[in-house]
């Protein structure tokens, strides 16, 4: 594989992270670039650890496992993750309040992580095609990360003034966004 095919295989792989950091960032209360920053470490992290294990699943288990098994879930465990995390988003910026709307200044890590989960489940299934071509995984794998690093940074920048637009219901933006992107990922491998 060229570097570049490596830096689009990269680049498409952050998609979906981006979509999400956007939504992120709209409903955040004023993010800062450490903010955006430490959201794109934890995505690109997470995008960068699932082909790897993509690729270990490929490589060791291609006598056992056909790829084609991965592929062929891989879409419906992302869309189960984002749709629900969008309908709690949906719930909770729906839902009648007497008090003041809380805006967020940080997301907590667990939901962070859980989302860039179910945004890199499809890097996996990448990983595990890796496994069938040469490719240094550890060079791919990086190069994905360092882009969703890179796109989650700059969409979470980009939502902030998204949010400030859309206003308090930035969180029904962000849920709407999240179950979109699940039902994208879904019908785009169906």
Same mark, same amino acid.
Request: aromatic content about 10%.
């Given at each position: 594989?060229?570097?570049?095919?490596?830096?689009?295989?990269?680049?498409?792989?952050?998609?979906?992270?981006?979509?999400?950091?956007?939504?992120?960032?709209?409903?955040?209360?004023?993010?800062?670039?450490?903010?955006?920053?430490?959201?794109?470490?934890?995505?690109?992290?997470?995008?960068?650890?699932?082909?790897?294990?993509?690729?270990?699943?490929?490589?060791?288990?291609t006598s056992f496992?056909?790829?084609?098994?991965?592929?062929?879930?891989?879409?419906?465990?992302?869309?189960?993750?984002?749709?629900?995390?969008?309908?709690?988003?949906?719930?909770?910026?729906?839902?009648?309040?007497?008090?003041?709307?809380?805006?967020?200044?940080?997301?907590?890590?667990?939901? %962070?992580?859980? /989302?860039?989960?179910?945004?890199?489940?499809?890097?996996?299934a990448v990983g595990?095609?890796?496994?069938?071509?040469?490719?240094?995984?550890?060079?791919?794998?990086? #190069?994905?990360?360092?882009?969703? /690093?890179?796109?989650?940074?700059?969409?979470?920048? #980009?939502?902030?003034?998204?949010?400030?637009?859309?206003?308090?219901?930035?969180?029904?933006?962000?849920?709407?966004?999240?179950?979109?992107?699940?039902?994208?990922? %879904?019908?785009?491998?169906?």
């Amino acid at each position: 594989m060229n570097p570049i095919a490596l830096l689009l295989l990269a680049f498409s792989m952050s998609t979906d992270a981006f979509s999400v950091a956007i939504s992120k960032g709209a409903i955040l209360k004023n993010p800062r670039f450490t903010e955006a920053f430490r959201m794109g470490i934890i995505f690109g992290t997470i995008e960068a650890i699932t082909p790897i294990i993509g690729w270990l699943i490929g490589h060791s288990a291609t006598s056992f496992i056909d790829a084609s098994f991965i592929e062929a879930w891989d879409h419906w465990v992302a869309f189960v993750i984002l749709f629900a995390l969008g309908l709690h988003m949906l719930y909770e910026g729906l839902k009648p309040s007497d008090e003041t709307i809380e805006v967020l200044s940080r997301h907590s890590f667990f939901k %962070l992580a859980l /989302t860039a989960f179910g945004t890199s489940i499809d890097a996996m299934a990448v990983g595990v095609s890796l496994a069938f071509v040469k490719v240094n995984i550890l060079l791919a794998a990086g #190069l994905i990360g360092l882009a969703t /690093t890179t796109m989650v940074t700059l969409g979470v920048m #980009l939502g902030k003034v998204l949010g400030s637009i859309i206003g308090h219901r930035a969180e029904v933006f962000g849920g709407v966004m999240l179950i979109a992107i699940g039902t994208w990922i %879904l019908f785009s491998h169906l």
